[in-house]
């Protein structure tokens, strides 16, 4: 589910980018896309992340790979928080000469970055991911480890 829950994030990260982020005290808005060119970056980032955790699920050990899901996880995070900038101070706008205000797309790509963040999380949180789990546990070289090792000789 987890994975479902990260691609809805990132398509409604995606949708905010041509949403309106900014605007001026005259009559001038600017969309994600306009503003600033990190943020349909990150949209895309998340579009690639978002198919391979979708390919994870019918292809990968485990319907995911933990690296992936974290992945995922770290960008969500960073997608969220470009946002929260625009909401709080738009980035760069003392350069660009002008006060900034927030407008309806940063607010929705910050619930599109957490949706994503927290799917992911849920996602990697699910022991189906560890190369490691798989109920006995024992140590080796202290980490927790399978019964087996890499060449399937149990391990003692």
Same mark, same amino acid.
């Given at each position: ?17 041509? @949403? /309106?982020?900014?605007?001026?005290? !005259? ?6 896309? *306009?503003?600033?060119?990190? =943020?349909? &970056? $990150? ?44 909401? @709080? /101070?738009?980035?760069?706008?003392? !350069? ?6 927030? *407008?309806?797309?940063?607010? =929705?790509? &910050? $619930? ?45």
């Amino acid at each position: 589910m987890g994975a479902y829950v990260a691609t809805a994030g990132v398509v409604v990260f995606l949708i905010a980018t041509f @949403l /309106d982020w900014v605007s001026t005290d !005259e009559p001038v808005t600017g969309s994600g896309y *306009e503003t600033d060119t990190t =943020i349909p &970056l $990150v949209a895309y980032l998340g579009l690639g992340l978002a198919a391979a955790l979708l390919y994870a699920l019918n292809r990968a050990r485990g319907r995911q790979h933990r690296g992936l899901s974290l992945t995922t996880m770290a960008a969500g995070i960073a997608a969220a928080g470009l946002a929260l900038s625009y909401i @709080l /101070d738009a980035p760069g706008a003392l !350069e660009r000469g002008g006060d900034y205000s927030a *407008e309806v797309g940063a607010w =929705i790509g &910050l $619930v599109g970055g957490i949706v994503w963040a927290v799917g992911a999380y849920l996602l990697a949180k699910e022991p189906e991911g560890d190369d490691d789990w798989h109920g006995t546990e024992h140590r080796t070289s202290g980490h927790r480890t399978s019964g087996h090792t890499a060449t399937g000789h149990t391990a003692r």
